[in-house]
């Protein structure tokens, strides 16, 4: 419960109500603030480990189509659809 009381209140402080309202570069002042105020060690180590995850996750930089075919493909494995590495070898060449 620990988490989720400082994850609120860092909320609360940081106002979130107003940011959706302010442009983004304000909006990113406002965040960096509240950050910037916080001693909560573990909470910073998550606000870094959330930045890093998001920097770091490629499925964000590919486009929908792109990330449709590989549901798609992930779907198909899912219901049996499979066909042997020499098939595939055999099709794309």
């Known amino acids: 419960m620990q988490k989720t009381t400082n994850l ?36 910073i180590q998550r606000v870094s480990d959330f930045v890093k995850k998001e920097k770091n996750d490629f499925w964000n930089e590919l486009s929908l189509s792109e990330q449709k075919e590989i549901k798609k493909g992930i779907e198909d494995l899912d219901n049996g659809k499979r066909i042997s590495y020499d098939s595939f070898l055999k099709k794309i060449s």
């Open 8 to 43: 609120a209140k860092f909320f609360v402080n940081l106002n979130i109500k107003n940011v959706f309202k302010m442009d983004i570069q304000t909006a990113k002042l406002e965040l960096l603030k509240a950050i910037l105020d916080s001693e909560n060690s573990e909470f």
